[in-house]
């Protein structure tokens, strides 16, 4: 019989890069990561926020943070700042997309608004996904580690009303996660790549959501009854990374308290 063999669960001494580090689930999961031993380069897009962020990680008692600010619709933005961390910390493993916002445009609205929804949605939380790992990639690669987590949503399992140019960024990062699983599944190192897709959560993009109406629609729709936080699913994230979760790959996992299971 084939002995058993431990696999790791620890992420200590780990360089992990999150965009949209300054709130909501970024910002937890950059907590997280520092908590677990992690070296974080926290990443958003104003440099004040990330200060912020930073140094709440440095009062909790970790040094090991570092923050950047980053717009993700910038493609040399997205490498300089990888690089630089990448430097900095001496390595890069982990990256997790996880840059977005919310612009509600239903297709039948406003033209001019509609596009500009789309433009700015899809170069946010689409197309900044591919350049962010292919910019990773090459330190990936010199560390023999690597781990891309592409945060989606529930919004891409299903659809909105007036919501269609953040369902389909979100329908694209499933099928972007699946492409490069495809793509990146003959690196000759330990290479996952994988997606978090997010429920009903409490951040800023759902605070201008009454507590009320927060109440009757987890009630209606979600069989656990309530909206997440973000240190579930920044747990969730950190399930993914791990050395030991080195068969996971290509998949996407809901965390959203039952939502996408429910039938009625």
């Known amino acids: 019989m084939t002995p058993y063999q431990p696999l790791s669960r620890s992420i200590k001494g780990k360089t992990a890069l999150v965009t949209g580090a300054a709130s ?6 950059a907590h997280l990561f520092a908590h677990e031993g992690a070296n974080v380069a926290v990443t958003d897009l104003k440099q004040e926020a990330v200060d912020k962020v930073v140094q709440e990680i440095r009062d ?4 090991n943070v570092r923050g950047w ?13 990888i690089n630089e961390a990448a430097d900095h910390f001496g390595s890069l493993e982990i990256l997790v997309n996880n840059a977005g ?6 297709i039948n609205g406003d033209g001019d608004t509609y596009e500009k929804s789309w433009d700015a949605t ?7 996904h591919q350049r962010a790992a292919r910019a990773a990639l090459p330190h990936m690669r010199k560390a023999g580690f690597g781990r891309i987590v592409n945060i ?3 919004e891409g399992l299903g659809a909105t009303p007036g919501n269609s140019p953040y369902v389909a960024a979100k329908h694209g990062v499933i099928g972007l996660t699946r492409g490069m699983a495809v793509d990146l599944g003959r690196e000759e190192f330990d290479l996952t790549v994988n997606a978090v897709c997010p429920g009903p959560i409490h951040t800023g993009i759902t605070q201008g959501i009454s507590d009320e109406h927060k109440t009757i629609y ?7 009854r309530r909206y997440g936080i973000p240190e579930e699913v ?3 994230t950190l399930s993914v990374v791990l050395p030991a979760s080195s068969f996971l790959h290509g998949v996407h996992i809901p965390v959203d308290g039952g939502l996408t299971i429910k039938n009625a």
């Open 24 to 29: 909501g689930m970024g910002r937890a999961t």
């Open 60 to 63: 909790a008692g970790f040094e």
């Open 69 to 81: 600010a980053l717009d993700v619709s910038d493609a040399a933005t997205i490498e300089r700042v």
């Open 101 to 106: 916002f919310a612009m509600m445009a239903p």
């Open 122 to 128: 899809l170069n946010v939380m689409l197309t900044s």
């Open 152 to 154: 989606a949503s529930t």
């Open 218 to 224: 987890a009630k209606r729709r979600v069989p656990l």
């Open 234 to 236: 920044a747990n969730v």
